[in-house]
């Protein structure tokens, strides 16, 4: 199963870099996603694997004993999804003003600090 | 999108869903849920009921702008993480508990504010963010 | 000691406040600060010659064994003494020569600072503190030599001695560092009790190396040499004071100091007898063919400097009494004859030897005091001169390997500058005085009295050097000489080898006089070998160096992104690549493949054509969607796989997202095809071989054990501790709240940053 999901981390992986190196901010966005998506899926992986045995004690139990998926991937997944969403917005409306402001999505054209370029 | 079906629906569908965020958001600590998860249904309540009903409409259900949610989220949650400097002598982030529990909701503690902080902060952002976005499309 | 060291840095702050009173009239009250300081340290006389240490502690940064410890031995106190000395006689000049001058407060600042500085140098006993006033030397001495800074060749000659001097410090802290680490101590007297422990270490050379370094950058030593001539274009009072009196000294100094710690090993003779017999008659030839006067004094010296490297180097307890003598005679008459120097130039207006003539009969005293300064250069009787020369004389005849060559290289060198001294002080008034020049006058005493005084001294000294010898140079001997011996320092020998030597070298050198003439032609002659000297092999290096870095920014600095992401992606593909199969090993456990259900293949490969689509659609909706459906997928992969929160989560933001990209994505333009194909081709195999090595460490990382320690407390403690069950809320709410805390101040910014981005206008951009 995990070398399943690790040939995927690795598509997403190489996925996001292809996307973000083309010329098109859209495209860029789009392969930040897909990285961050890779990232998520290697940390998840690094926790290892665990079919049906969430996290969570029992509501008989206090201690949670016998096999359980991992808590702390989790928890910084959780985190890093909901982190990845206010980059994908900030970055979505950054290139809509760039193209707005400089009527490109040409990332080569942007290759000067110049102000009247 | 403004089908007849979706609008005469949201109308309902906004209160549901925005119970149902709080339900998600009061069992996080037993259950699935929380303050996250609670917070991005609650904006997707608001959301679609700007879609269905003009984001004008939307916002004079809402009364104030949802930025607001965001420095009141934040000062919840750092309250709760210094209220056990303030009332108690333990360290910063200790959590504190009610001695009986409550019906429905269950025992009360810091945490569950610290939630309701985080809860709020995603909403406000998450708004904040769309009808930005929506307001100037 | 502190309040000494204190003093001077206090005066220029005052100054920068209060500078304005003291360009005028109340310049000469200035000088009541070296002179105090002078009368400070002369008290300390009879202690030192009792053979006293004084030491004086002030904790710094104990915990790096950084303090403020000073030393006051006959070592210090011979360098402080002439630190003040001179300093008094040059600020008391300094009052005459830039009279009226705009910025003379300014000049007087940096000047003390410079003093307090160079005082802090030589009574350090701590590396670190004295690493820190070597630094305050180069940097004050820098705003010093640049001080015409209207002039191009000046800004651009104290940069030169700043780079240079600055190589050096950084050298010296090197030394310093790893100095302290071999002996376990910054403090140098400590060190002292540990010459065979750092000789015997394996750093030993590469301390020596890195402590030559800074001494020779900054004692100007072959071929390091060049930056002291170009120095010279600054105003003669700071000439006379850090290039020929203390500054350049400070290198000779470290070796000094130095000396009883590192001598231990043979390299350490070696080098410093080779660099500094080098330097001595290298830049003593120079002095023939040179007519500028300043320029006679900057190669003399040079030469100077390299006796005295190279008696350090012979390291005997006669050659540092040699050594420790000269340093007296040198600063006597050198001062004397910069400052003489600076009078010709300030009355005639050039300092071309070949023109002045003559000048006896308007500048009288002057003239005497030039005669003296040249009488005790070239080492004749009765002056101190002789003193030092017999003992430098001596020292190379008791060198038990080369004794005759040493003597040899000796004896060339003290001609020529014999002859060096000659020229620069008794030339320019002899023989008739030119027409242009009869109307001169006898300038203000304070400019002509401060070169008598010196030279005078040098004669009384001569005559009575017992003053020399229990003040100074008997400690110098106790502290710095290995083996300590009694001696007496005496005028008269008889009739001995070396005052055979002597006479050698004074005949030598007064034929010498009467034959060469400083000419024109001999200064365009050497002109031609400038290619080959280090100064302009310097300019060439610093010329390619600034070559290299425009190509190598021209090349990797292009602007476009997917140029700096190709790069950090290949130079990550590398580096992961050499790691994994550096040490290769593949362990893939494919019986759990057995328990895969259909669902989870279904969902897998929804997975992977979504991110495929991304890639390949042409439509910018479709790609938007397939991001959805991927986002889906894991949304389902979490439920799956035991983690119903990140199910949740995910689901919920992947709705936020496409929701999000539909508003905008009719604003945002179409796609163009703007990559050529061998450019696609080219990233293509790039990020490939990138997946697949992320691949690669992740099965690697799957081979490893897991750490469960963390995961374990957290389900241990989850409830009894935080009252929770569901452990992921409670990491996030409880455990680690403050880490969720910055998050959602993150995701407050991010939605900032939007609501700014659109909301805000910024209105001079959109009204272009």
């Known amino acids: 199963m995990e070398i399943i999901l690790a040939i995927i981390t690795g598509v997403l992986y190489a996925s996001g870099v292809y996307m973000i190196m083309r010329r098109s901010m859209v495209k860029l966005i789009l392969g930040i996603i897909l990285l961050g998506n890779g990232v998520n899926l290697l940390i998840f992986l690094l926790g290892r694997i665990t079919k049906g045995e969430p996290p969570i004690i029992d509501s008989a139990e206090k201690v949670l004993e016998g096999v359980y998926a991992d808590p702390v991937p989790q928890a910084l997944i959780l985190t890093a999804i909901v982190i990845s969403f206010g980059l994908q917005a900030f970055a979505i409306i950054l290139v809509k003003r760039t193209y707005k402001v400089l009527k490109t999505d040409d990332l080569d054209q942007l290759n000067t600090t110049d102000e009247d370029s | 999108m403004r089908t007849i079906i979706l609008k005469s629906a949201s109308s309902y569908l906004l209160p549901v869903l925005l119970l149902f965020s709080v339900f998600i958001l009061l069992r996080g600590h037993y259950l699935p849920g929380g303050g996250f998860v609670g917070g991005l249904v609650a904006a997707i309540a608001f959301v679609l009921d700007a879609f269905s009903n003009g984001l004008d409409k939307t916002k004079s259900v809402l009364k104030f702008h949802p930025g607001f949610l965001m420095p009141l989220g934040l000062l919840i949650a750092f309250f709760s993480g210094i209220s056990p400097i303030i009332f108690t002598d333990m360290p910063l982030m200790t959590g504190l508990w009610a001695e009986n529990p409550i019906p429905v909701i269950g025992y009360i503690g810091s945490a569950l504010f610290f939630d309701l902080g985080v809860y709020l902060v995603v909403i406000g952002a998450s708004l904040t963010i769309i009808f930005t976005i929506s307001e100037s499309a | 000691m502190l309040g000494a060291v204190l003093l001077g840095l206090l005066f220029s702050f005052f100054l920068v406040f209060a500078g304005s009173y003291f360009k005028g009239r109340l310049a000469v009250l200035s000088s009541l600060v070296p002179i105090s300081l002078f009368v400070y340290f002369l008290t300390y006389i009879p202690d030192i010659a009792q053979g006293e240490i004084i030491y004086e502690n002030y904790e710094w940064i104990p915990s790096f064994g950084v303090n403020l410890s000073f030393t006051l031995d006959g070592l210090a106190l011979l360098f402080a003494l002439m630190i003040t000395g001179v300093g008094s006689l040059v600020f008391l000049y300094t009052s005459a020569y830039l009279k009226n001058h705009k910025y003379l407060d300014r000049f007087y600042g940096y000047l003390s600072l410079f003093m307090a500085a160079m005082l802090g140098l030589v009574l350090s006993d701590n590396l670190m503190s004295l690493f820190i006033f070597w630094e305050l030397t180069s940097i004050s001495s820098f705003y010093l030599i640049g001080f015409n800074n209207d002039k191009a060749d000046s800004r651009k000659s104290a940069l030169i001695a700043l780079g240079i001097t600055g190589i050096g410090g950084l050298l010296l802290l090197g030394g310093a560092v790893l100095l302290g680490d071999v002996a376990g101590t910054y403090r140098i007297s400590e060190m002292l009790a540990m010459r065979d422990v750092i000789s015997d270490s394996p750093h030993y050379l590469l301390i020596l190396l890195l402590i030559f370094g800074a001494a020779f950058t900054k004692s100007a030593q072959f071929p390091f040499h060049f930056w002291l001539p170009g120095a010279m274009k600054a105003p003669t ?83 540092l009494i040699a050594a420790a003598v000269f340093i007296v005679v040198h600063a006597l008459y ?60 001596e020292s ?224 910018r909706l479709a790609a938007v969607a397939a991001t959805g459906v991927v986002g889906l997928s894991f949304s389902l992969l979490f439920l799956f796989y035991s983690a119903p929160d990140l199910a949740m989560t995910q689901f919920s933001v992947d709705t936020l997202t496409v929701i999000l990209f539909v508003l905008v994505l009719y604003k945002l333009p179409k796609y163009l095809k703007l990559s050529d194909s061998k450019l696609r081709i080219k990233h293509r195999i790039l990020s490939i071989s990138f997946g697949t090595l992320i691949t690669l460490l992740i099965l690697r990382v799957l081979n490893e054990p897991k750490n469960t320690e963390i995961s374990e407390y957290y389900a241990d403690y989850a409830y009894k501790l935080a009252h929770g069950k569901n452990i992921v809320n409670v990491i996030l709410v409880d455990f680690r709240g403050i880490d969720t805390m910055i998050e959602i101040s993150v995701l407050i910014v991010a939605a900032l940053g939007v609501f700014g981005l659109l909301k805000l206008r910024l209105k001079t951009r959109d009204k272009k």
């Not at chain 3, 400070?250 to 390299?267: E, H, K, N, T």
């Open chain 3, 396 to 619: 190379t005849l008791h060198y038990a390997d080369s004794a005759i060559l040493l003597t040899g290289l000796a004896i060339i060198t003290k001609i020529l500058l014999f002859y060096g001294g000659f020229v620069a002080g008794v030339k320019p008034f002899m023989g008739k005085l030119p027409e242009k020049f009869s109307k001169l006058h006898l300038p203000s005493p304070l400019m002509w009295v401060p070169p008598l005084i010196m030279t005078l001294a040098g004669i009384v000294f001569g005559v009575f050097p017992g003053l020399i010898e229990s003040a100074f140079a008997k400690p110098i001997a106790m502290t710095q000489a290995i083996n300590y011996e009694e001696f007496h320092l005496k005028l008269w020998h008889g009739f001995t080898t070396i005052l055979g030597l002597s006479a050698i070298t004074i005949t030598a050198g007064t034929v010498l006089y009467f034959t060469i003439k400083p000419k024109h032609s001999l200064e365009n002659f050497i002109a031609k070998f400038d290619v080959v000297a280090p100064k302009d092999l310097l300019i060439k290096l610093s010329e390619g160096f600034a070559l290299f870095s425009r190509f190598w920014t021209n090349s990797f600095q292009t602007g476009y992104l997917r140029h700096y992401l190709s790069i950090i992606v290949g130079f990550l593909t590398l580096l992961l690549g050499y790691l994994i199969f550096s040490d290769f090993s593949l362990n893939i456990d494919v019986s759990t493949l057995a328990d895969l259900t259909i669902y989870e293949i279904s969902i897998l490969i929804m997975l992977l054509l979504g991110v495929l689509y991304v890639v390949f659609t042409k439509s």
């Open chain 3, 237 to 319: 009072p700071v000439s006379t004071y850090l290039h020929s009196a203390t500054m350049v000294k400070a290198g000779v100094y470290l070796l000094f100091r130095m000396s009883p710690v590192l001598s231990g090993g043979d390299i350490w003779h070696t080098i410093l007898i080779a660099v500094g017999a080098i330097t001595m008659v290298y830049s003593a030839i120079h002095i023939i063919f040179r007519t500028d006067l300043k320029g006679i004094l900057a190669y003399s010296t040079i030469s100077a400097l390299g006796i005295l490297v190279f008696l350090i180097g012979i390291g005997t307890q006669a050659a």
């Open chain 3, 334 to 393: 050198k001062a004397s004859l910069f400052l003489i120097t600076g009078i010709i130039d300030h009355e005639t207006g050039t300092r071309d030897v070949t023109q002045l003539s003559g000048l006896r009969k308007v500048l009288m005293p002057v003239a005497i005091a030039g005669f003296i300064a040249a009488l005790i250069s070239g080492g004749v009787p009765p002056t101190l001169g002789f003193i030092g020369k017999d003992l430098i004389y």
